[in-house]
């Protein structure tokens, strides 16, 4: 029961980083950098961006709960049971990004989801 909260956990945390951070990061703009003054800069709405943040946040969640995991799973299963963060992360950009998912990405996706069940199967 812990084992599969944890890789829920890892599933979910690792999706929303990937989300706030892309979401953070379309608010900041391009970030092509010439000299160090603008380097400056774009650090600093990088790191006062709440997206950004939150993103990072999840993101140090996921993999704290990773390191947790692997004290007592085997990552022969741990990382294929987390895998189906692809999928959750397709369906974040769909939904909280509003990115239009063409067919050919949703094959991919679904190729994933397959992949990820035959190598869960014991």
Not at 31 to 45: D, E, H, T, Y
Not at 47 to 71: T, W
Request: with cysteine.
């Amino acid at each position: 029961m812990l084992t599969a909260f944890m890789v829920l956990l890892i599933v979910l945390s690792n999706a929303a980083g990937d989300v706030c951070i892309t979401r953070g990061m379309k608010e900041i703009g391009d970030i092509s950098v010439v000299g160090p003054k603008q380097l400056f800069a774009v650090i600093k709405r990088i790191l006062l961006n709440r997206n950004f943040l939150s993103g990072v946040f999840c993101l140090a969640v996921s993999f704290f709960s990773f390191l947790a995991i692997l004290s007592w799973a085997d990552l022969s299963f741990v990382v294929p049971a987390t895998a189906i963060v692809y999928v959750v992360t397709v369906l974040g950009a769909k939904f909280f990004l509003k990115e239009q998912i063409n067919r050919m990405r949703w094959a991919g996706t679904l190729l994933v989801c397959l992949g990820v069940a035959l190598v869960c199967i014991p």
